[in-house]
């Protein structure tokens, strides 16, 4: 198993991507299912992009050994 951090933004792990054969085996489910021909595509924001009001509590001392409010742990929590 990679030790990468999981993607902010969905499933899977940084590093981790489906292949353009699965990709097309996707679609082409998708298309048959919805009986559409093409589909928007979104673009992943960064995730420095991503604007956050700051935290609005800090964790008291006794949980800082889990509990953070870094932009990634925010992010991937929302």
Avoid: I, N
């Avoid at 981790?16 to 673009?43: N, P, W």
């Amino acid at each position: 198993m990679s030790d990468a951090r999981l993607k902010h933004y969905g499933w899977g792990r940084e590093d981790e991507g489906m292949t353009a054969e699965e990709q097309a085996f996707v679609l082409g489910r998708y298309r048959a299912k919805f009986a559409r021909d093409a589909f928007e595509t979104k673009a992943v924001p960064r995730l420095e992009d991503l604007a956050l009001r700051a935290p609005r509590v800090a964790p008291p001392a006794s949980l800082a050994a889990f509990c953070t409010s870094e932009r990634y742990d925010r992010v991937a929590h929302a």
